[in-house]
């Protein structure tokens, strides 16, 4: 399969601000173009355009569902981020030894994960950011985007998969917050964290 180079730059309407070290990181300077292959194919999308707009919907929904006061919509919405039988998928993934590691590390996440995402949606109305950057890091791609912890867990993958990551902004501005990573599982967007477990 031939690599085709792309950036997913979707613009939210909406102010979406992540500061929890669960899920965000802040992001400083100009990110460069993301170059990513057709790969997320294998993982149950055969179009990236249209699965960074999936990501897009998600996370603007949410929000949209947050401020309407629909808390059991948002429910719904965290819970589906959460990886099914993650034990197994990180087994899949990089093998029985590490996924030791990835699974209590994931555990303690999902401990929190509901009311961390409470709490960053709640500052979601608060913040200024009004634009949202979606990029794909995929396996034999270029990496620029990468983050070093997302570069060594594709490395680290018996059965490499596209990661995710999202991107928050002000308009105008090239600094904001990254939130990483997520992956597909069975075509659904699943948050999957740092893997800093990894190292």
């Known amino acids: 399969m031939k690599n085709l180079f792309m950036v997913f730059f979707l613009t939210l309407t909406t ?9 965000a990181q802040e992001a400083r300077g100009t990110m460069t173009t993301s170059e990513a292959t057709m790969e997320v194919a294998a993982a149950g999308k055969s179009d990236p355009a249209k699965a960074a707009a999936e990501l897009k919907k998600i996370f603007q929904d949410m929000l949209s569902d947050y401020k309407a006061g629909n808390r059991e919509k948002v429910k719904a919405a965290v819970d589906g981020l959460k990886l099914a039988n993650h034990e197994k998928w990180f087994a899949e993934k990089f093998g029985a030894d590490k996924a030791k590691g990835l699974t209590a590390e994931y555990d303690e996440m999902l401990a929190a994960f509901e009311q961390e995402f409470g709490k960053l949606l709640e500052k979601v109305v608060k913040g200024g950011e009004r634009e949202v950057l979606v990029y794909m890091i995929a396996p034999e791609g270029v990496m620029r985007e990468a983050t070093g912890l997302q570069k060594d867990a594709i490395a680290a993958m018996k059965n490499p998969c596209p990661l995710f990551t999202v991107k928050y902004v002000k308009p105008g501005e090239s600094s904001g917050i990254s939130v990483w990573s997520l992956v597909l599982q069975d075509g659904s967007f699943k948050f999957i964290g740092k893997l800093r477990k990894l190292k």
Request: glycine share 0%; charged share 0%; net charge neutral.
């Open 15 to 23: 102010a979406l601000f992540f500061n929890s070290n669960l899920f």
